[in-house]
């Protein structure tokens, strides 16, 4: 049983943008949602569903976030094109260039080190977001940063989390057929996943 626990820790605000600071993704809400519809909406019905979601981690994550941190807006279990460009535009309005946060990967329980956890963005925001990666240290924690500016740190958005080990086997469903997922939003403090 692989676990994973993310820490925010820091959110590097931008708004004039002078030495030090970093510049926000360029975000574009309507055709971003109209992407990640038309490239997860299999049934063409409007919404995503859970099976439709399965294949999207990153989205999945924020649905299932508690109360008023999920996308999930109505309650239904599921997501609209609406609801999507709202969560992008909760990306938007922080005008956040990176957050830091830290993450505790165990493997039965204890602590994995050396494990290559990567950060995807989900492909609706690919050309938008940079990958994050990180190697856990002997406590099974580590940072994910993306290549910004030599900035610690990930841009805010939606991943799919990849975890990699060279000598352990880890389950497909935590790397190459992932179901694990991250959303990166400005009120979302904290998320574990197993």
Known sequence: CVAVCWFWILAVAVGCFGPGRIAPPEWAPEEMADSAMTLNDLNSDGELDEDELEKAPGLKAAVERDGENSADTDGNGTLSRQEICDRIKLFQDSQLGVQLFAVTITLNRKPLAGATVTLEPEEFLSGTLKTATCETREDGTGRPESPIADVM????????????????EIPAKYNDETTLGIDLAPTVSGYAAE
């Not at 991943?159 to 990699?164: L, M």
């Open 153 to 168: 740190g990930v841009q805010p958005g939606m991943y799919r989390v990849k975890i990699t080990h060279p000598d352990k």
